[in-house]
């Protein structure tokens, strides 16, 4: 699938600078949602980019060395998880993507979204399935993924029997076991139905 398509109906409009946004984390019951975003010079393709989730691990940080490698720009902003138990998941990621646009060193003149609206100050347009149609937002999600992994498997080194570095903060069966066990943590997002599940529990023991 050529995944360049949209783009290039965007330059055909006279766009020159497309930069590609795209999050990671949001079914995550721990950590930050983590938001990237980056401008690819027009005609670059780097061979094996897509959607961030169907790649290997060992694949995604070789793509990634080569995207920022190729980039224009690139720019990663990470939203705690209280802050995303104060406002919610959606707002959470809006504001990380809405925040590492603007926190690219080279304005962009058009924005591609994966998925959700933002409120922006240059033309932009919500892809649904972005990461998997666009290679700027594949750009992006791939960023995003390998930084938020990277967090995550630094905090395992802190808290090593809750398998942080295997599950990334996703409610796996051991995950839920280790919440269960070890109790819940402060980087836990309270408001997630399994973590407040677990906490009414231990309340009522």
């Known amino acids: 699938m050529d995944n360049h398509q949209i783009e290039n109906q965007i330059y055909a409009k006279g766009f020159e600078l497309i930069a590609g946004v795209d999050e990671a984390g949001r079914g995550c019951i721990a950590g930050p949602v983590v938001a990237a975003a980056v401008i690819m010079p027009k005609g670059c393709h780097i061979e094996g980019v897509m959607d961030s989730k169907k ?3 060992k ?3 070789i793509l990634k060395e080569q995207i920022e490698a190729n980039a224009i720009c690139h720019a990663t902003v990470f939203i705690s998880e209280k802050t995303i138990d104060k406002i919610n998941i959606l707002n959470a990621s809006k504001l990380a993507m809405e925040k590492a646009i603007s926190s690219l060193v080279v304005k962009p003149d058009y924005v591609l979204i994966d998925a959700v609206k933002l409120n922006l100050d240059v033309p932009s347009e919500s892809i649904i399935k972005g990461d998997d149609l666009c290679y700027a937002i594949a750009c992006a999600s791939i960023i995003a993924k390998v930084n938020r992994d990277d967090f995550m498997i630094n905090l395992d080194r802190e808290f090593p029997s809750y398998g942080f570095a295997q599950h990334k ?3 796996t069966v051991k ?3 280790a919440l269960t ?3 819940i943590l402060d980087i836990h997002r309270k408001t997630y139905a399994p973590v407040q599940r677990i906490a009414a529990i231990q309340l009522n023991k």
Do not use: F
């Open 55 to 57: 790649l290997t691990d």
């Open 59 to 61: 694949k995604r940080r």
């Open 169 to 171: 903060g996703y409610p």
């Open 175 to 177: 995950h839920i076991n």
């Open 181 to 183: 066990n070890e109790g």
